[in-house]
T-cell receptor, first 111, second 117 residues
Framework: QQPVQSPQAVILREGEDAVINCSSS?????VHWYRQKHGEAPVFLMI?????EQKGHEKISASFNEKKQQSSLYLTASQLSYSGTYFC????????????FGAGTTVTVRA | DVKVTQSSRYLVKRTGEKVFLECVQD?????MFWYRQDPGLGLRLIYF???????EKGDIPEGYSVSREKKERFSLILESASTNQTSMYLC????????????????FGPGTRLTVL
């Protein structure tokens, strides 16, 4: 079952912050985040594991709340290069440990 | 520099044709995946493979088959293309282990945009 991402789209000015949420109805084993720029392949950002481990990438960080079955991606002091579509992928025991991706959140950062 | 390549960026086929989409990776990865990407639906897993000659169905395997005769190559086959298979197809590969496991970052190819008329 696909996780639900919100918001669907967000527009930012350079330097602003944003949060993207990823929710599942299942107990999660891990959450993966990818970014896809227009016309390019998705690129891995980070993996978050059970235990609430928080990892970062550049000024992009994320958290994983097991109890809420939810992950959030934080874009801090956004740069033009952050524009793209962000996908979360979730892994739970009911899907044979395959990645199920959300529909994506399109982020547009303007100067 | 790690690389996943797909045989075509754009492909136009007619309804009923047999279509082959090829994917090659140069990272010696055991795991390979085929996804389709549609607006508003994200990436959906069609098939994946943990090893040569092994395949597992993903979430939407109907109308597709796959072949993995060599470790580096994973082919997606549309036996009889239909208009509802018009989509972007993405191939990916990863290290061995659980498909969504903690060390299994997936590396994606550039995609093939298939149009079925």
């Amino acid at each position: 079952q696909q996780p639900v991402q919100s918001p669907q789209a967000v527009i930012l000015r350079e330097g602003e912050d944003a949060v993207i949420n990823c929710s599942s109805s299942k107990a999660l084993y891990s959450v993966h985040w990818y970014r896809q720029k227009h016309g390019e392949a998705p690129v891995f950002l980070m993996i978050l594991l059970k235990g609430g481990e928080q990892k970062g990438h550049e000024k992009i960080s994320a958290s994983f709340n097991e109890k809420k079955q939810q992950s959030s991606l934080y874009l801090t002091a956004s740069q033009l290069s952050y524009s793209g579509t962000y996908f979360c992928g979730t892994v739970d025991s009911s899907n044979d440990y395959k990645l199920s991706f959300g529909a994506g959140t399109t982020v547009t950062v303007r100067a | 520099d790690v690389k996943v390549t797909q045989s075509s960026r754009y492909l136009v086929k007619r309804t009923g044709e047999k279509v082959f989409l090829e994917c090659v990776q140069d990272m010696d990865h055991e795991n390979m995946f085929w996804y389709r990407q549609d607006p508003g639906l994200g990436l959906r897993l069609i098939y994946f493979s943990y090893d040569v000659k092994m395949k597992e169905k993903g979430d939407i395997p109907e109308g597709y088959s796959v072949s993995r005769e060599k470790k580096e190559r994973f082919s997606l086959i549309l036996e009889s293309a239909s208009t509802n298979q018009t989509s972007m197809y993405l191939c990916a590969s990863s290290l061995p282990g659980l498909a969504g496991g903690p060390d299994n970052e997936q590396f994606f190819g550039p995609g093939t945009r298939l149009t079925v008329l």
